[in-house]
């Protein structure tokens, strides 16, 4: 036993929990195929374009990336008509969610966030020493008055998923504009803006306009969820240059391998692409959500490429053993909680033929124990 002290704030930390392969899965359930519907990934992939400048860059693998991410950074100045400084490249918007921390939570500072969010936001701050303070969510969405009543003098940031993982909601974009403008400058507004692509509300709130106006305003997006790119792990940024500066001191200096810059910078220019990867995605979403609306199963509605479902009755369980992956969720006061990626319409009538077998033998059990009573 290694009897070397870790940090005293990580001692009750867990990992992430992963889940298992499909592979896994396979051998486990016996099964001759799975269907991959955990992870919130593109299930179009991503554009053949990207495909083929990687290829062309393979010559390359012997140089280390640019480590400025300097093209990158000059699309998507130009892309959203913003300055360069303003712009950080990172390892996925993950990385930048670890940067934020390490670069401003001082031991005992506090960050505000939903108790049913992405979880990697409470591991980076309880590394840094600092306390989250996490406020339950309101019907899945975020509850920004009681999250603004958190507001200490220790408060030192505030993390936003919007839309939300796992429950794909959105913030009403005149809640979140107040929000923002009533948070005092000295606490960061960290805006998780991961599956932005996807949203189709007019009720959502265009964030980047803001940047120049609120010094304290962070927004995260990235190429993994409808670029495609979720292997090749590439996030960024948009904040005050400011801000930015803090984070190069903390950030790996070839952070962002050469090959994910490559594909990040054709993929932004492929606009047709993401297009037809959201219009598909909204049919799909559309048709999903039907279906569990007329079946009376409890599900939040989406603005993402996922749909949080929950029942009172096992429904994992069944799903894998019928080769679906889906990402089991635990949260008290969810019973048989359960996140499902969207997928072609192929995948979405298997799964739905799956849960209607489901609600069959359900009701026959239910049936069966009221004539037994």
Not at 239 to 252: A, Y
Not at 259 to 276: G, P, S, Y
Request: proline share 4%; hydrophobic share 40%; charged share 20%.
């Amino acid at each position: 036993m290694v009897k070397i002290q870790t940090k005293r704030a990580i001692e009750e930390m867990t990992s992430y929990p992963l889940g298992f392969t499909p592979e896994e899965l396979m051998n486990q359930y016996h099964l001759k195929t799975i269907r991959k519907m955990s992870d919130n990934e593109n299930i179009y992939g991503c554009s053949p374009n990207v495909r083929e400048s990687i290829i062309q860059n393979m010559q390359k693998l012997f140089l280390y990336p640019d480590g400025k991410t300097s093209l990158l950074i000059q699309k998507l100045s130009a892309f959203y008509n913003l300055n360069a400084e303003q712009l950080i490249i990172g390892n996925g918007s993950e990385e930048l969610i670890r940067l934020l921390t390490r670069a401003f939570i001082n031991p005992g500072d506090e960050a505000v966030l939903a108790d049913m969010t992405f979880p990697r936001y409470e591991a980076n701050i309880v590394i840094e020493g600092g306390i989250s303070v996490k406020v339950p969510l309101a019907n899945g969405v975020h509850d920004l008055p009681a999250m603004y009543e958190k507001i200490t003098p220790r408060t030192k940031m505030i993390f936003i998923c919007n839309p939300n993982n796992p429950t794909g909601t959105i913030v009403e974009k005149q809640e979140l504009y107040h929000f923002i403008e009533k948070v005092p400058e000295n606490i960061l507004i960290v805006l998780d803006e991961a599956y932005y692509e996807y949203v189709t509300s007019n009720g959502y709130l265009q964030s980047v306009p803001l940047i120049d106006k609120h010094s304290n305003l962070v927004i995260l997006r990235t190429f993994s969820k409808i670029y495609g790119l979720a292997g090749l792990r590439v996030g960024y940024g948009i904040m005050n240059s400011n801000i930015v500066h803090e984070l190069h001191k903390v950030k790996d200096v070839f952070n962002v391998n050469q090959l994910a810059q490559t594909a990040a910078v054709t993929a932004l220019e492929n606009k047709d692409f993401i297009l037809d990867c959201a219009d598909k995605n909204d049919k799909e979403r559309i048709f999903v959500c039907e279906f569990l609306e007329k079946n009376g199963l409890n599900y939040y509605p989406s603005q993402t490429n996922f749909v949080f479902i929950y029942c009172q009755f096992p429904v994992v369980e069944k799903l894998i053993s019928n080769g679906f992956l889906v990402r089991e969720l635990k949260y008290h006061g969810y019973t048989d909680a359960f996140r499902i990626t969207l997928g072609t319409r192929e995948d979405n009538k298997a799964f739905l033929e799956v849960i209607s077998q489901i609600i069959s033998e359900r009701a026959v059990e239910n049936g069966n124990n009221a004539r037994k009573s």
